[in-house]
């Protein structure tokens, strides 16, 4: 009896190793980041700008995870400023440390903060200086964070321009820092009111009526007698 032979029909495994795109992966990572989004949208552990905004708290976890943060602390440390994703600069400088770079504060004073990186295998050191001064020049000191904590605000500054000189790789995605982006608290410049007086139309002049002049009749004659005898 002769056997036959069959081909060989490739596991339901194999096959799904073979048409499992990447693209595939993440977009069933996204369905499931919106479960978990819906869920959050409605609680107290999102900030006012993803309150009710299950897409915007979804893209918050997707960009974390991106960048290695877990969807909680995606949505505790991004947020969106001007329509662009940023985060806090202890978030960024927490995200490069745990990369193995080293960031560290040299210098925080309420005029002046200096912040120094170093990354991992590298003997340079970057260090990034904020004074009030340049943030005068730059025209931040009128903004609200900057008149009650300027030291702070300067460490922020500092810090992130560290952070993207020696770890830019890390930061992908999310380069700035939200203080860098946070505009909010400028004050609105002030228009002066124009003082408005009433307005006199003066009506158009009408041209002058013709003076019709009475037109003097000529006189009769008078009668001529005859003449006496």
């Known amino acids: 009896m002769t056997e036959l032979i069959r081909p060989e029909t490739p596991s339901s495994e194999l096959v799904q190793a073979e048409t ?16 978990i989004a819906q869920s959050l949208a409605k609680t107290a552990f999102v900030s006012p700008t993803f309150k009710g905004k299950p897409e915007e708290i979804t893209a918050a976890i ?6 290695g943060l877990e969807p909680l602390s995606a949505l505790r440390s991004i947020d969106i400023i001007s329509g662009t994703p940023a985060m806090r600069a202890h978030a960024l400088r927490g995200l490069v ?4 770079h080293d960031v560290w504060v040299e210098k925080q004073t309420p005029e002046e903060a200096i912040v ?21 020049r730059l025209g931040l000191t009128s903004r609200d964070n900057w008149r009650k904590q300027p030291e702070a605000m300067l460490v922020a ?26 505009e909010g ?7 002066a009111k124009r003082k408005t007086e009433p307005v006199v139309v003066e009506a158009p002049a009408l041209p002058d009526e013709p003076t019709t002049e009475p037109v003097e009749e000529p006189a009769e004659p008078e009668p001529t007698l005859p003449d006496a005898a």
């Open 97 to 100: 440390q745990s990369r193995g």
């Open 157 to 182: 500054r500092a810090t992130a321009e560290v952070c993207r000189l020696i770890a830019s790789d890390v930061l992908l995605g999310l380069p700035y820092a939200i203080e860098e982006l946070d």
């Open 62 to 67: 997707l960009t974390g995870q991106e960048v």
């Open 20 to 35: 499992y795109h990447p693209l595939m992966q993440w977009a069933e990572g996204a369905r499931a980041a919106f479960g």
């Open 185 to 191: 608290d400028a004050p609105k410049p002030k228009t």
């Open 116 to 136: 120094c990186g170093q990354r991992k295998g590298s003997e340079h050191v970057q260090k990034s200086v904020w004074t009030l001064k340049r943030a005068e």
